[in-house]
């Protein structure tokens, strides 16, 4: 059997500058994500990190989504 993790969940960053930029600009359709995990008890609100950003070829401000 599994053995359960506890506090640790895995969530999904998306990045926040892909959803503004239009369509025509664009190198490839689609938005960057990236999955990792977090503590729920020591981090309550959404992660944020900076990460790299295929479609903008440039680091970005990545945001958690449900």
């Known amino acids: 059997m599994a053995k359960n993790k506890g506090v640790r969940i895995v969530v999904t960053l998306e990045c926040t500058e892909c959803r503004s930029v239009p369509e025509s600009d664009k190198r490839m359709p689609g938005v960057s994500r990236y999955t990792t995990e977090k503590n729920r008890r ?25």
């Open 42 to 66: 020591n981090t309550t609100e959404r992660l944020e990190l900076k990460k790299f950003c295929p479609q903008l070829n440039r680091m970005t401000i990545h945001r958690e989504i449900k």
